[in-house]
């Protein structure tokens, strides 16, 4: 017996989509960002810091407003991006996966920072002076060491990408098949009467994915943290 619905599959498949894809696109960002405040000192920084983490403690209404200012087809950036290269997010679900990124960036820039803090300088050190170069040192060294906990960083951005809400409904909206995934097809469900059923069954995937996520983020935030102490001399 089939535990899931045609439709509820679609929204599932849907949901894991926008998750991967807000996933992969986030992630060459948030590791770029998580390095420079990492290991950079400038002028600045702190502003840069703060605009990082913005999305976590804005209204995610405000953050889709936002979005809708920046990537609708008459805005500057969304007109040249579906000019150039045919993105188009309004009401697409690029534009959930769009939000999702967005709201996923401080949560996994904020984990892979602490990651790549925790690495031990020494054994960087240690490597160059044995010849390696920066990007092998990087390579061979910084980046095993940062590794689980960079995994940890992408399940707990894959986990907030699958939840997210606010900014997805605002920006993309709640079009069935396109971009209502799990939080909003319970928002809908929730808007009908008698649909208590399906609301606790929506739910009861959503708190399983999250419930799944956190756990694997734990023990790779375990796991990141043996590999340190093995390696601290």
């Not at 769009?98 to 996923?104: D, F, G, R, S």
């Not at 690495?119 to 390579?139: H, Q």
């Amino acid at each position: 017996m089939n535990p899931l619905s045609p439709a509820e599959w679609e929204i599932l498949v849907l949901s894991l989509k926008v998750g991967g894809v807000a996933i992969a696109a986030a992630l060459p960002v948030s590791f770029a960002l998580a390095w420079v405040l990492a290991r950079w000192r400038f002028p600045g920084k702190v502003l840069v810091d703060a605009m990082v983490h913005l999305p976590l403690v804005l209204p995610p209404v405000v953050t889709g407003w936002l979005l809708l200012l920046a990537f609708s087809p008459n805005a500057l950036l969304g007109g040249f991006l579906e000019r150039t290269l045919g993105l188009t997010f309004l009401f697409r679900w690029t534009g959930a996966a769009l939000a999702a990124a967005v709201m996923a960036l401080p949560l996994m820039v904020r984990a892979m920072r602490l990651s790549l803090e925790a690495v031990d300088r020494r054994l960087e050190s240690a490597a160059r002076t044995l010849g390696a170069g920066p990007w092998r040192t990087f390579v061979t060294v910084t980046l095993p060491l940062s590794a689980n906990g960079v995994l940890a960083a992408l399940v707990l951005g894959f986990a907030r990408s699958v939840g997210e809400f606010g900014a997805t409904i605002t920006f993309a909206s709640n079009i069935p098949g396109e971009t209502q995934t799990l939080p909003l097809a319970i928002y809908s469900a929730l808007q009908v009467p008698g649909s208590d059923l399906q609301v606790a069954r929506l739910a009861g995937l959503s708190v399983a994915l999250s419930v799944a996520a956190l756990v694997l983020s734990e023990w790779l935030a375990r796991r990141s943290g043996q590999e340190r102490g093995r390696h601290v001399v």
